[in-house]
């Protein structure tokens, strides 16, 4: 691949970049934190944005385009088998394989990760898990079943409980992977998992679904903590 | 109807989504909530946003048209004699109800509705009213009252108490009808209601009233939240 | 005069309307709240907001323009004599006698008036002045003092005490105009005064000094406000 | 030097311009508060703010220019030896000394200067450091070392310590050279110090690094003052 362009603001290199400047300046991704993935389905390619760069200045020639190939050998680091075929000047994000464990084990074609203030706050507030109910934003966010006649994904109800699994960090974010794995397992229906004094991770079969899970998730964590200041029971 | 389009910045399905978008960074319509409803007084069409979509990307072609047949048969789900004259592939707001019911019963031609974090924090701290009074912003707001002379809308003075009534949350919005035909009973002069744990509706003469209202309420609800931290008495 | 329009963005009408636009962002005039007057010093013509108007779209047609005419009556309801000599077909501010009294006892050419929700909390800490000293931005302030050399205004150092009035609220703002002058006459150099439960005034030899003072005492108030809620004595 | 003027963004006087804007809306640089410093690596040239200029207006035209000139007589004033080579009807940012010990003893190429809310908060929290560890933001900045194959700078890893010295302030920023020098000399790693009462000072070997330091700071003052409300140990 030459280069990444497209007009089509639904491309999925300019969504990159657009939300990488939006969640800038929400201070979700200050000081080049933060990353982002998404999975064009009619392709399959994975765009994947680098490490290091300013993400109110991302720009598509700065993502990674990966493609999936099942003879390529796996290893530790490389855990999943996918080619690079686009690599701008640039290391990529640490957070790749977490994003491609995403891609491969839950169906998912978006993730984004933010280093949300409310988000590592609320690590530092509850253990294990983040747990609200009775709150009508609640609706945004997907319960994990489908509808049996549709197939469509049904949301969560006011009275269910959301439950975001809290993992610790380790040193490196590659190193998370297990520890997301386990989450996978545990907790099949989760859309998200909080990282102890990190941030958060949101996936969603479509990006736009992601963003408006994170944006959803986020509000909520932002109403707990609140709460917690107003003496409120969560 | 074939399709929604203006270029007057004024039609009012040009002002809906130009108020989705500001109240979307205002952070009161994130992940897709909040809601809006305008009555256009020329034709009588009521334009209401749908549900699902993202209110910083709200486009006319969105949007729902109703107009009025009194011929209509009405039943528990469409308890108001509207047809849907412009359709868009989307559901309508599931607010749809409320927001008529606010057209019908109080002469409303703008209904807005927010998930506002403060309208959500300030039921928890309050039971069945938030009342406050002697703050300058109160005097943005309408008695109910009318110059006999003039006819027009008289404003709250400094020293009046501004009450809106809390109602308890229901699983689904239209349930709420019940509870707000209520608060139309007891409270005559009431512009708003606070839905616990949900958010804020807020209706007007115009939409330029209903946002300003909107906008003065929230400041309000604001500073008794921060006033409550501070340990200052209301 | 027939109309106000000018292509020069320095020019009155266009401040006012820019940083009207700037401050509803700001927060600090939400709900139609706040207003603002400028004279210009070539004609001296005062140009002031008029009431209602959403602060983000004022227009300079919206705008009223005023000019002295010393064998104009003076009377409570005008204790200033101007003449009117555009009016659009809006009120005039309430504020306008207390922006006269700014201009004609203190030498000032603008004036700034917000309902910033710093400004109305300071005033539920504070009792009749607000304090503050030992803060960089303090630097920023007027002393009221002139070099006696370059006769241009001396800022306050940073060990200097700032101090903001704080005077009770009334029903009607032109009722505020008794107490505004007690404060000039008890605080000559004072260049803003709190107005409890209400907002803040600041005003200024240039409407870029005014805006600088009105920052500076905004970030100060916020400041003071935080500080009171981490127990840190101010 | 006759004018400033660059048609690419990432000229230094273009970069500080939009960056001044930027902080601006940060509320980092609040009525005038703050200042910025580039040196241009190719020219040697170094761009320096003005004071008293409202910084989301700053043009390359309000901007200083100095050269090197070893033959200069050094002073108490002026302790580095600079010629202005082009100078605006303003006068210089009253940093400039600070900014050129940091361009001379720190090979730093960019500094910025603040009065963020956080920066002064946090020094009246803490006494001689800020110290924080255990945040995966702090994986955004410096060590101080270099990688001695590359020769690159190495970051922190997440369970490093960030040391931010503290220092008092003095009545002009320009007194504050010795106190500065104090910690060149005490922590050689440091990219960063806080003033008491004043705010943040950070430098960086080109100013995105700068940038990107003085984001990763205030997002972690701003924490750490948060954790201190929720009376979690930092």
Same mark, same amino acid.
């Given at each position: 691949?030459?280069?990444?362009?497209?007009?089509?603001?639904?491309?999925?290199?300019?969504?990159?970049?657009?939300?990488?400047?939006?969640?800038?300046?929400?201070?979700?991704?200050?000081?080049?934190?933060?990353?982002?993935?998404?999975?064009?389905?009619?392709?399959?390619?994975?765009?994947?944005?680098?490490?290091?760069?300013?993400?109110?200045?991302?720009?598509?020639?700065?993502?990674?385009?990966?493609?999936?190939?099942?003879?390529?050998?796996?290893?530790?680091?490389?855990?999943?088998?996918?080619?690079?075929?686009?690599?701008?000047?640039?290391?990529?994000?640490?957070?790749?394989?977490?994003?491609?464990?995403?891609?491969?084990?839950?169906?998912?074609? &978006?993730? *984004?990760?933010?280093? #949300?203030?409310?988000?590592? @706050?609320?690590?530092?507030?509850?253990?294990?898990?983040? $747990? !609200?109910?009775?709150?009508?934003?609640?609706?945004?966010?997907?319960?994990?079943?489908?509808?049996?006649?549709?197939?469509?994904?049904?949301?969560?109800?006011?009275?269910?409980?959301?439950?975001?699994?809290?993992?610790?960090?380790?040193?490196?974010?590659?190193?998370?992977?297990?520890?997301?794995?386990?989450?996978?397992?545990?907790?099949?229906?989760?859309?998200?998992?909080?990282?102890?004094?990190?941030?958060?991770?949101?996936?969603?079969?479509?990006?736009?679904? &992601?963003? *408006?899970?994170?944006? #959803?998730?986020?509000?909520? @964590?932002?109403?707990?903590?609140?709460?917690?200041?107003? $003496? !409120?029971?969560?």
């Amino acid at each position: 691949m030459d280069s990444i362009h497209s007009f089509d603001s639904r491309h999925p290199a300019n969504l990159i970049c657009s939300l990488s400047n939006q969640f800038f300046h929400k201070e979700w991704c200050l000081g080049t934190g933060g990353a982002m993935s998404i999975r064009d389905t009619t392709t399959n390619y994975i765009y994947i944005t680098p490490s290091g760069v300013q993400k109110e200045l991302m720009q598509p020639k700065d993502l990674y385009v990966l493609t999936k190939n099942e003879n390529k050998n796996k290893n530790r680091n490389q855990p999943y088998p996918y080619d690079i075929i686009y690599s701008p000047p640039l290391k990529i994000s640490d957070c790749s394989p977490l994003f491609l464990a995403c891609h491969e084990h839950k169906d998912a074609n &978006a993730v *984004i990760h933010t280093h #949300s203030q409310n988000s590592v @706050l609320i690590t530092l507030l509850f253990d294990k898990e983040f $747990n !609200i109910s009775n709150m009508e934003q609640i609706k945004a966010m997907p319960s994990g079943r489908k509808d049996p006649e549709t197939g469509k994904q049904i949301n969560l109800s006011f009275n269910d409980n959301l439950c975001i699994p809290i993992i610790d960090n380790r040193p490196h974010e590659h190193d998370l992977l297990n520890s997301l794995k386990d989450v996978f397992e545990k907790y099949p229906n989760a859309c998200a998992v909080l990282v102890r004094r990190h941030g958060l991770f949101v996936w969603g079969p479509t990006i736009d679904k &992601a963003k *408006i899970y994170n944006e #959803s998730i986020d509000y909520l @964590l932002g109403l707990a903590i609140k709460m917690h200041q107003l $003496n !409120i029971h969560i």
